[in-house]
């Protein structure tokens, strides 16, 4: 039904032309159909009779706000118009302007993640506001800011033509996997994993695959979230611990997933084979972590290897830090600390500080692993990974 | 068709100087090239001209006038253009296409249109 629904608002935008009031009127249709449903039965075109009672519902409340404000005629103009069509190519194309304008450049990052969730994958505000760690008034206000701005600057409901497509879809991609890694690396609060907001992102990646399917990009960004959520269930304890890679239980592993991402991985590559995109390398890494029966089988040099690759599309010292791990596992701890203290401006970053007490610790160098680690704690951190850091302290001063 | 406002901020500058000709050469090579879109506009003097006017107590109180702009930045207002276009995203092509954006920021907002 949230699919459905999403539908119905990306037609029901265009013919109205404001984003905002097509979703209120979604919102009434839904309610309207989990009555009338439950009453009669699901109707044999569900898009279409949500369609029809959204475009009632906008109707009704443009000829209440038109008897307020006199403007008659604009209501009138909504009747005369045609009945959208609800089916095939116009509801992809009105899929695709509803992506676009929620993740429109001139919004916010924060707004453009808020919208996304609220408007693309249907969330309650009261939801998203939980989902996104603000209060529901906070996210309200948010979100209404957004829509008087998308309705009165007139920020335009249309796929981007050609030449901007490709930083357009870039910026969608950086939105989807905004709302996934919020879910999968929880930035702040108790819990480190939010599975509900990580599929979230799935959902949007899905999406954008589905409407855009010759993207490697894209399936590199669906792929790679496959990848890392498959992990799920083994990346925390009973006691809600974080549990890092090498200590997981692989059998708790969703095979499903991984082969889902790994189909994936190959399509990204094969579509962009001689400047692969970062996503799809991303996810290529991801990928031999998931396929090694143990830690101690990872194809390290292969890991190695795909860094090196990301590092010709995006270096920064992130990037440089998870290639440093891989290096530890290939060539020993001494190299990779090397690299790990060439690395600027990670000071604020916990993992690296994270990074440099593990690789002290098997240089058996404790009391310089131990400064590390109260670095990492000195910085803001979710619960689960507050106590991982803590234990370790606690195990460098046993 | 929208109206949108391009306020521009930039270096505080006197247009007006002979040394500026070459950026109010640009600025009018920009108005011919907008010419079609252009609403409106004005350049203004540098800030050092600026009064700025408050009224104490709320209407009908005091006058009370400051020497300068209204905030001590280091870019300043020094003009603004009305822009009509379709949507933002030409609103936003013709205002990166402004001077000032070069080397300041253009501020776009909408203009409300009253009784419309």
Known sequence: ?398 | MPQYCATIYSRDADWTSPDEAATTGEYQEFSGAAAAILRGGAALYPTATATTVRVQGGKGGDVVTTDGPYAETKEVLTGFYLLECADLDEAVAWAARIPGAWDGAVEVRPVIEFGG
């Open chain 1, 1 to 398: 039904m949230r699919d459905e629904g999403r539908a119905v608002l990306a037609t029901l935008t265009r013919t109205i032309g404001d984003l905002g009031r097509a979703e209120d009127a979604v919102q009434d249709a839904l309610v309207q159909a989990l009555d009338a449903w439950a009453r009669d039965g699901v109707p044999p075109n569900p898009r279409a009779w949500l369609l029809t009672a959204a475009r009632h519902r906008a109707i009704d409340r443009a000829r209440r706000e038109a008897r307020r404000s006199d403007k008659e005629a604009e209501a009138v103009g909504l009747l005369d118009r045609d009945p959208p069509d609800p089916t095939g190519s116009a509801v992809h194309d009105d899929l695709l302007r509803l992506v676009f304008t929620c993740c429109h450049p001139t919004l916010a990052p924060d707004t453009q993640v808020a919208l996304a969730l609220r408007t693309l994958c249907g969330l309650g505000t009261d939801e998203v506001a939980r989902s996104l760690l603000v209060s529901e008034a906070t996210m309200a206000k948010r979100l209404t800011r957004a829509r008087q701005k998308i309705a009165v600057a007139k920020i335009p409901y249309r796929v981007p033509p050609d030449h901007e497509l490709p930083d357009r879809l870039a910026a969608v991609a950086t939105v989807a996997y905004l709302v996934f890694n919020e879910g999968y690396a929880a930035t702040a609060g108790e819990d480190h994993l939010r599975p509900a907001l990580a599929e979230e992102g799935i959902r949007l990646a899905r999406l954008l695959v589905d409407l855009l399917p010759g993207e490697a990009g894209l399936q590199g960004l669906l792929a790679l979230m496959l990848l890392q959520h498959a992990r799920r269930d083994a990346r925390l304890d009973p006691g809600g611990g974080l549990v890092l890679i090498a200590d997981q239980d692989r059998g708790r592993w969703d095979r499903t997933a991984i082969a889902e991402g790994v189909v994936l991985v190959g399509e990204g590559l094969r579509r962009s084979p001689d400047r692969p995109d970062p996503y799809v390398v991303q996810a290529a890494i991801a990928a031999a972590h998931d396929l090694a029966p143990t830690y101690a089988d990872t194809d390290w040099a292969a890991i190695v290897s795909w860094y090196d690759v990301l590092l010709t599309a995006t270096d920064t010292a992130v990037v440089r830090l998870n290639r440093a791990a891989a290096v530890a596992e290939r060539d020993g701890a001494e190299p990779a600390l090397a690299l790990v203290d060439e690395l600027d401006g990670l000071g604020r970053y916990p993992l690296w500080h994270g990074a440099r007490a593990e690789l002290l610790t098997r240089l058996d160098r404790p009391t310089e692993a131990a400064h590390a680690l109260r670095a990492a704690l000195a910085l803001p951190l979710t619960a689960p990974v507050r106590r991982l850091l803590e234990a370790r302290l606690a195990a460098l001063a046993a």
